[in-house]
């Protein structure tokens, strides 16, 4: 079997929640969560009582909360509309009570199916790397590093998926800068996320040229309400389903950007080397503090358009800073102009830029070939070798951050 779901129950009536734990008890594979609170897991069974309006709202909450995979709900109403609304708010699937034990079973069922963790060639469950690129401000080349460098990672390891988001909320230039027209975009995803889950979703992203995914942001919302809670379910369903998942965050830096980054395995600080960027990294520092302490563990400064002449050196923006600057990408803005005209990354290892990306990428699948697994097979550590014996041709050394 291989999987184990995880469901909470939340039920007015004692009847009604021995009866549900009798279904429950008869299945391998289920397990029931008694909790007071909202607790992340697979599936939720939700009661709703006389108060519609209060029920209605616990869905909304629950919905939205990113810790639910699917909602199942009991209720004794039969207005039409009242139905409409359930599944609105949220309801994956519903039964009229008195219900049948014999169909809960039937749906738990299709749920194990659904939900059959997604295993790599060898068997290993996997879990996706989250990578936030996140820019000190406007026009640093955030994009530009997210692109190539999901280009990089495609292209050293074949074997591993990779999904290149947008997330500056609207009217992102991921389709103008590789020149095509994605369908969906996250706002579509967003819609129907109580529809969609990690087994299937690769099948409806977009591929580019270049090997990775690509997920754009929407032209508009349509009214669809975007709150850290949905971004954190969606980017939840996307971190399962693939082995990187890179983020272009722009310059943002609210409730949004905070749920990413407390999300992200690694945050790349995108800033040029010129006072005003050096100043607003230094601004940044306090708001990832002020989530959590720990949150600046994370944080790696990417320099990028770096030129040895600059009149500012890296090491007198580490002075300034007062951290390691982790990278730098050097400036080629002929190539990189070159690259987005025809809508495609940059490749060719003669060129000194196409190098930095390629030995950031390396460094990122030397600890993912090897991340949470203590057996590796020797195929997956010879890999980790070869991407570090490519990662230690770095023209400087590293430090930690």
Same mark, same amino acid.
């Given at each position: 079997?291989?999987?184990?779901?995880? &469901?909470?129950?939340?039920?007015?009536?004692?009847?009604?929640?021995?009866?549900?734990?009798?279904?429950?008890?008869?299945?391998?594979?289920?397990?029931?969560?008694?909790?007071?609170?909202?607790? /992340?897991?697979?599936?939720?069974?939700?009661?709703?009582?006389?108060?519609?309006?209060?029920?209605?709202?616990?869905?909304?909450?629950?919905?939205?909360?990113?810790?639910?995979?699917?909602?199942?709900?009991?209720?004794?109403?039969?207005?039409?509309?009242?139905? &409409?609304?359930?599944?609105?708010?949220?309801?994956?699937?519903?039964?009229?009570?008195?219900?049948?034990?014999?169909?809960?079973?039937?749906?738990?069922?299709?749920?194990?199916?659904?939900?059959?963790?997604?295993?790599? /060639?060898?068997?290993?469950?996997?879990?996706?790397?989250?990578?936030? &690129?996140?820019?000190?401000? @406007?026009?640093?080349?955030?994009?530009?590093?997210?692109?190539?460098?999901?280009?990089?990672?495609?292209?050293?390891?074949?074997?591993?998926?990779?999904? =290149?988001?947008?997330?500056?909320?609207?009217?992102?230039?991921?389709?103008?800068?590789?020149?095509?027209?994605?369908?969906?975009?996250?706002?579509?995803?967003?819609?129907?996320?109580?529809?969609?889950?990690?087994?299937?979703?690769?099948?409806?992203?977009?591929?580019?040229?270049?090997?990775?995914?690509?997920?754009?942001? /929407?032209?508009?919302?349509?009214?669809?309400?975007?709150?850290?809670?949905?971004?954190?379910?969606?980017?939840?369903?996307?971190?399962?389903?693939?082995?990187?998942?890179?983020?272009? @965050?722009?310059?943002?830096?609210?409730?949004?950007?905070?749920?990413?980054?407390?999300?992200?395995?690694?945050?790349?600080?995108?800033?040029?080397? $010129?006072?005003?960027? &050096?100043?607003?990294?230094?601004?940044?520092?306090?708001?990832?503090?002020?989530?959590?302490?720990?949150?600046?563990?994370?944080?790696?400064?990417?320099?990028?358009?770096?030129?040895?002449?600059?009149?500012?050196?890296?090491?007198?923006?580490?002075?300034?800073?007062?951290?390691?600057?982790?990278?730098?990408?050097?400036?080629?803005?002929?190539?990189?102009?070159?690259?987005?005209?025809?809508?495609?990354?940059?490749?060719?290892?003669?060129?000194?830029?196409?190098?930095?990306?390629?030995?950031?990428?390396?460094?990122? =699948?030397? $600890?993912?070939?090897?991340? @949470?697994?203590?057996?590796? /097979?020797?195929?997956? =550590?010879?890999?980790?070798?070869?991407?570090?014996?490519?990662?230690?041709?770095?023209?400087?050394?590293?430090?930690?951050?």
């Amino acid at each position: 079997m291989g999987w184990e779901i995880s &469901i909470q129950v939340r039920i007015i009536a004692p009847e009604t929640n021995e009866a549900i734990e009798q279904v429950i008890s008869s299945l391998e594979g289920f397990s029931l969560n008694r909790s007071e609170f909202l607790e /992340p897991g697979d599936l939720l069974i939700f009661e709703m009582g006389e108060n519609i309006r209060e029920g209605l709202h616990f869905l909304h909450t629950a919905s939205g909360s990113g810790r639910i995979g699917e909602i199942f709900l009991i209720t004794p109403h039969l207005d039409p509309e009242v139905l &409409i609304q359930a599944r609105r708010a949220g309801a994956d699937k519903i039964f009229v009570h008195p219900f049948k034990k014999e169909e809960l079973r039937d749906a738990l069922l299709q749920i194990g199916e659904r939900q059959t963790p997604i295993l790599s /060639p060898r068997g290993k469950q996997k879990g996706g790397m989250m990578i936030y &690129i996140l820019g000190c401000k @406007g026009g640093v080349g955030t994009t530009t590093v997210a692109l190539n460098l999901a280009g990089s990672l495609a292209q050293l390891d074949k074997s591993r998926s990779v999904l =290149l988001t947008d997330m500056t909320v609207l009217y992102g230039d991921l389709p103008v800068l590789l020149n095509i027209n994605p369908s969906p975009n996250w706002g579509q995803v967003i819609k129907n996320i109580s529809r969609i889950n990690a087994n299937h979703l690769k099948g409806i992203l977009s591929g580019h040229p270049s090997g990775f995914y690509v997920l754009p942001s /929407p032209s508009g919302l349509e009214g669809e309400e975007l709150n850290p809670e949905v971004v954190g379910k969606m980017l939840s369903l996307m971190q399962k389903a693939l082995d990187f998942l890179l983020i272009d @965050g722009g310059k943002s830096t609210g409730e949004i950007s905070a749920r990413i980054s407390e999300m992200a395995d690694m945050v790349l600080l995108v800033t040029n080397l $010129n006072h005003p960027c &050096i100043e607003n990294v230094k601004r940044l520092f306090p708001f990832f503090r002020k989530l959590r302490p720990s949150q600046e563990e994370k944080i790696r400064i990417v320099v990028n358009r770096y030129q040895k002449n600059s009149p500012i050196s890296l090491e007198d923006a580490e002075k300034e800073l007062g951290k390691h600057i982790f990278w730098n990408i050097p400036n080629d803005y002929s190539s990189v102009m070159e690259a987005a005209k025809q809508g495609k990354t940059l490749k060719g290892g003669g060129k000194e830029i196409c190098r930095a990306f390629q030995k950031l990428a390396a460094l990122l =699948l030397t $600890n993912a070939s090897t991340q @949470g697994d203590k057996n590796q /097979p020797e195929s997956r =550590l010879s890999d980790k070798n070869r991407f570090a014996k490519l990662a230690l041709s770095l023209p400087y050394k590293l430090k930690p951050s």
